[in-house]
């Protein structure tokens, strides 16, 4: 079953722009992970926030986690064509063995 | 490039065919997870093993099995295939320690298609 929704589920931005993405779910968790996924194939980790952490950046990354909304957030500044991707957001839950549970993604096209 | 490995790249089975598929762990990964991602969602949890032994399954029948050997790479066998197990299949490796298992790193994935 899916934890997390993501929203939008599609998301056209221009180059430059940033783009930010919402992920909503049901449990509590011990942390929340964002990955992104290229044409269908592997996923590639991006960051993770803890559940005690309220904001964290990487890079043209920042994500935002409010526990008592059950939500994060994901923007990217200054978009490039290469950002092109789906982004899913994935929970870890106590005691789940620190089995991911995903969303459906969205699916960002940043355009040149 | 995660150091994950997965073979083959793409695979066509019939209905009732039994498929294995393979994953070779990123070096010093001892946990292996397997997902099931089928077309525009979200990765599935299908299982976990950690030290050779299953250590978590998801919501998935016991037609779908597992091994992880000595050298941490893994199996994924699905047996009596149906249709609906047309999807991408993910394994990510991990490192179980005392900070936990909390980054997993794909491989690219293999395709089944059953027709």
């Known amino acids: 079953s899916q934890q997390g929704e993501e929203d939008p589920q599609a998301l056209s931005i221009q180059e430059g722009e940033n783009a930010t993405m919402n992920c909503s779910y049901k449990?509590?968790?011990?942390?929340l992970q964002w990955y992104r996924q290229n044409s269908g194939r592997g996923l590639v980790h991006l960051i993770l926030?803890?559940?005690?952490?309220r904001e964290k950046h990487s890079g043209r990354l920042r994500v935002t986690l409010d526990t008592s909304k059950k939500s994060s957030s994901l923007l990217i500044t200054a978009s490039r064509a290469a950002d092109t991707a789906s982004y899913f957001c994935a929970t870890v839950t106590p005691g789940s063995n620190y089995k991911l549970t995903f969303g459906k993604g969205t699916l960002l096209t940043v355009n040149p | 490039e995660t150091g994950v490995t997965q073979s083959p790249t793409h695979l066509i089975k019939t209905r009732g065919q039994q498929v294995t598929l393979r994953c070779s762990s990123q070096s010093g990964h001892n946990t292996v997870s397997w997902y099931q991602q089928a077309l525009g969602q979200g990765p599935q949890f299908i299982f976990q093993?950690?030290?050779?032994?299953?250590?978590g399954r998801g919501n998935f029948p016991p037609r779908f099995s597992g091994l992880q050997f000595p050298n941490y790479s893994s199996e994924l066998n699905v047996n009596a295939l149906e249709l609906d197990d047309s999807a991408l299949y993910l394994c990510a490796s991990s490192l179980a320690s005392s900070g936990g298992r909390e980054t997993q790193y794909f491989g690219p994935g293999t395709r089944l298609l059953v027709l």
């Open positions: 093993y950690y030290r050779e032994e299953e250590n």
């Open positions: 926030i803890r559940s005690n952490e």
């Open positions: 449990t509590s968790i011990n942390n």
